[in-house]
T-cell receptor
């Protein structure tokens, strides 16, 4: 079963604009992670937010978590062409040892 | 350099011919996992291992086998590959709990089964 689902599926913006991606999940979680994948390559961890945190920053990344709505958002500010990639949220359902990924958001940043 | 390596990176094979994809990590991680990635379906977990000699099924284990005889290695075995196993495969590892720790991914193995 798919735990995390990203929205939108695809996003196209100009350099310098902000990009916002959303993730919804179904069950209670301990943490939520965001990963990035350049085309055909392995995923790279971006940020982890714990269930008792509401917001977290890392450089140009800002992640929010709303456990009451079972949703998270990833904001990339002042986007660059190099941010072009797919972005995935991942959650581990409480009591299980599996990390479940959503289908991802494909972000294209045009120069 | 801390990394997860996979071999081969690309493989074209025929139905029924047994194959093994190797995975190795040099970070002394307890947890290792295999995923497959298919268009529109995201990453789906095949098998995972919490420690040596401890493996468990993920969401799509049918047609695959794994073993964890050493901490650093976690090979994926396809005993009798079929065309529906054509996919991009990733091995990943984390120090402990995958939900609480960063997962480090290998570069991927693109498998085509004819």
């Amino acid at each position: 079963s798919q735990q995390g689902e990203e929205d939108p599926q695809a996003l196209s913006i100009q350099e310098g604009e902000n990009a916002t991606m959303n993730c919804s999940y179904k069950t209670s979680i301990n943490n939520l992670q965001w990963y990035r994948q350049n085309s055909g390559r392995g995923l790279v961890h971006l940020i982890l937010i714990r269930s008792n945190e509401r917001e977290k920053h890392s450089g140009r990344l800002r992640v929010t978590l709303d456990t009451s709505k079972k949703s998270s958002s990833l904001l990339i500010t002042a986007s660059r062409a190099a941010d072009t990639a797919s972005y995935f949220c991942a959650t581990r359902e409480s009591g299980y040892n599996k990390l479940i990924f959503g289908a991802g958001t494909r972000l294209a940043v045009h120069p | 350099e801390a990394q997860v390596t996979q071999n081969p990176r690309y493989l074209i094979t025929v139905t029924g011919k047994k194959l093994t994809v190797t995975c190795s990590q040099n970070m002394n991680h307890e947890y290792m996992s295999w995923y497959r990635q298919d268009p529109g379906l995201g990453l789906r977990q095949i098998y995972y291992s919490m420690n040596v000699e401890v493996t468990d099924k993920g969401d799509v284990p049918e047609g695959y086998k794994v073993s964890r005889k050493e901490k650093r290695n976690f090979p994926l075995i396809l005993e009798s590959p079929s065309p529906n196993q054509t996919s991009l495969y990733f091995c990943a590892s984390s120090l402990l709990d995958p939900g609480a720790d960063t997962q480090y991914f290998g570069p991927g193995t693109r498998l085509t089964v004819l």
